[in-house]
């Protein structure tokens, strides 16, 4: 059974600061994975998704990167700003299965 | 475009009553899933819909729970007898292709307490 943890848990940094959160899976079959951004009282919005055969996904400030051989990933953010204030949760998707399986997120608090 | 709409957003029960959470997908989109929520923690698959097929209901918790979606559009997701350990907030998300490949859109979830 997938497990994925996210470290930390929360994060509070001041604006401008770059910053790494992180992902771990224990079953390395994925076929891809995903890190969601989670407003309080919002559903998930999809920032960037990284197929099992890529190695690094770019969007904006974001920077998403897969090891999967050692079950890792992380996302970079630059240059970070209050509006990046959120929930920031990871999933993968096995290449047998049909469902997302998700860390517990990682609380990130950016202050102005 | 709309996105997915769910209804309603809260939710009060008492312990026993039975409810029922909808879903409005993207219209189109023929892969529908649920997950649960429990506070501080990320969410869980409960269920998915190829069309009106359910094919896979591997997560959902009891058979106090159920699921719907009779003519491959809006999805309800039941709950009977309530209990307290099923407060969560239930998101529903769609994608429009089959299989998992894609990127699911989601709603804003119903948050459901059980008093």
């Known amino acids: 059974k997938q497990e994925v943890t996210q470290i930390p848990a929360a994060l509070s940094v001041p604006e401008g600061e770059n910053l790494v959160l992180n992902c771990s899976f224990t079953?390395?079959?994925?076929?891809?994975l995903q890190w969601f951004r989670q407003d309080p009282g919002k559903g998930l919005t999809s920032l960037l998704l990284?197929?099992?055969?890529?190695r690094e996904q770019t969007s904006g400030r974001l920077n998403a990167s897969l090891d999967k051989s050692s079950g890792r990933s992380t996302l970079y953010i630059a240059a970070s700003q209050p509006g990046d204030s959120a929930t920031y949760l990871c999933a993968t998707i096995m290449e047998y299965g049909n469902k997302l399986v998700f860390g517990a997120g990682t609380i990130l608090r950016v202050k102005s | 475009g709309a996105g997915v709409s769910q209804s309603p957003r809260y939710k009060v029960a008492k312990r026993g009553q039975d409810v029922a959470l909808r879903c409005d997908p993207i219209s189109g989109h023929v892969s529908l899933f649920w997950y649960q929520q429990a506070l501080g923690q990320g969410p869980e698959f409960l269920t998915y819909?190829?069309?009106?097929?359910?094919?896979?209901k591997s997560g959902l918790p009891s058979d106090r729970f159920f699921a719907e979606r009779p003519e491959g559009s809006v999805s309800t997701l039941k709950i009977q007898r309530t209990q307290q350990e099923d407060s969560a907030v239930y998101l529903c998300?769609?994608?429009?292709?089959?299989?998992?490949?894609?990127?699911?859109?989601f709603g804003p979830g119903t948050r459901l307490t059980v008093t």
């Open positions: 998300a769609s994608s429009p292709r089959r299989g998992v490949a894609y990127e699911q859109y």
């Open positions: 079953d390395s079959a994925i076929y891809n």
């Open positions: 990284i197929q099992s055969s890529q």
């Open positions: 819909f190829q069309n009106e097929a359910q094919l896979d």
